[in-house]
């Protein structure tokens, strides 16, 4: 069974300067694709990035990138420029690419914090 | 647009009680799934459904049940809730694989069992 882990329950970072999330996943698999999901206190869950497996290159959304080392199953999520508006849980989900069933496997989540 | 909406957002309800949580999409995604999200343990499946009809245990399906009669609708049944079933709960909906695939969740449902 696919597990994901997040090591960090809570990290802070000030506002305007750069955090990293840490997550590192375990799988048999080959291709798969990976996820961090935003949750702000209204409970959404907001995609923030995805990243595919079998691409070598780092995914980037504006200030959000990630540092995916698939040899070392890691994966962890860049925040540049932090604004007050990131403060939430940050989960790190899997999915394998089994072209059909598309079950996400979360880890259990990272409270940030941003302050002035 | 509406995406996945889930009905009621709050619910109290005493053990041994009964109800249904609605999720509705309009998306036209054959996916769908329920997950429930408890303190430090992230969210985790309960049921899912690969389309109209078709319906799967995920990790934790005990004291729930699904049914899939359309594919806008997929409702979670508590047919005799237990205080362990105290929890935020996400519906969720996608396309079927590929690289399309992105999960979209409702708003949540907090339910409190007494």
């Known amino acids: 069974a696919q597990t994901v882990t997040q090591s960090q329950p809570e990290m802070s970072v000030q506002e305007a300067e750069t955090v990293t999330l840490s997550c590192t996943y375990d799988?048999?698999?080959?291709?798969?694709?990976l996820f961090w999901y935003k949750q702000p206190p209204s409970r959404q869950m907001i995609l923030v990035i995805r990243?595919?497996?079998?691409?070598?290159q780092n995914a980037t959304e504006n200030r959000f990138s990630v540092n995916f080392q698939k040899a070392a199953k890691s994966f962890s999520l860049k925040i540049s420029d932090s604004q007050l508006g990131d403060a939430a849980m940050y989960f790190c989900?899997?999915?394998?690419?089994?072209?059909?069933?598309?079950?996400?496997?979360f880890g259990t989540g990272t409270r940030l914090q941003v302050t002035l | 647009n509406a995406g996945v909406t889930q009905t009621p957002k709050f619910q109290v309800l005493k053990t041994g009680q009964s109800m249904t949580l609605q999720c509705a999409q309009d998306m036209n995604h054959e996916y769908m799934s329920w997950y429930r999200q408890d303190p430090g343990m992230g969210l985790r499946l309960i049921h899912y459904?690969?389309?109209?009809?078709?319906?799967d245990q995920g990790e934790v399906p005990n004291g729930y049940n699904v049914s899939r009669s359309t594919t806008e609708d997929f409702p979670l049944r508590l047919l005799s809730a237990a205080p362990s079933q105290t929890s935020v709960y996400f519906c969720a909906s996608s396309n079927l694989g590929g690289a399309k695939n992105i999960q979209y969740f409702g708003a949540g449902t907090r339910l409190s069992v007494l």
């Open positions: 799988t048999s698999e080959s291709d798969y694709y």
């Open positions: 989900a899997y999915r394998k690419n089994t072209g059909t069933a598309s079950k996400l496997t």
């Open positions: 990243q595919e497996a079998y691409k070598q």
């Open positions: 459904s690969v389309g109209a009809g078709i319906t």
